[in-house]
């Protein structure tokens, strides 16, 4: 994952229009853009509130990524606060590895919507793990 590639090409994130802008060593976080699609709207016109829960996960895992010099993250719970309505528009996920260890790590996520107003946040604990059938990334 580099600036130089906008576009994620796995399935679940190709569905959600992410976008990687940008990662902060110093810190540990990750910054992601997202559009959700059309399906994402629920009665009212806004981004339903459960599928708020796939971009988080999704930058909270490019965090980990990050933080653990390319491993995955295996979630194991996610514990979310909605604050307001999410218009169906292009959002903005920041996510941080609080501490990211060989097993476990905790992470945390805010979005935003397009005017940059807080919408939501999120913890996490996941299990650090391998790439499946591989020892070293995707390339090895």
């Given at each position: 994952?580099?600036e130089q590639s906008p576009m994620l090409q796995w399935p679940s994130a190709k ?126």
């Amino acid at each position: 994952m580099t600036e130089q590639s906008p576009m994620l090409q796995w399935p679940s994130a190709k569905l959600m229009g992410a976008e990687f802008v940008s990662f902060d060593q110093d810190t540990l976080t990750v910054e992601m853009a997202f559009l959700p699609p059309p399906e994402f709207a629920n009665m009212r016109g806004h981004v339903q509130g459960g599928l708020l829960a796939g971009p988080m996960d999704e930058a909270m895992g490019a965090a980990v990524f990050l933080a653990t010099q390319g491993k995955l993250q295996l979630s194991l719970d996610i514990n979310i606060s909605f604050l307001r309505p999410v218009a169906m528009d292009r959002i903005t996920v920041k996510a941080r590895a609080v501490k990211a260890g060989r097993r476990v790590s905790f992470v945390e996520a805010e979005l935003f919507d397009k005017d940059g107003k807080l919408c939501a946040r999120t913890t996490a604990t996941s299990m650090t793990t391998e790439w499946p059938n591989m020892k070293q990334g995707p390339d090895a």
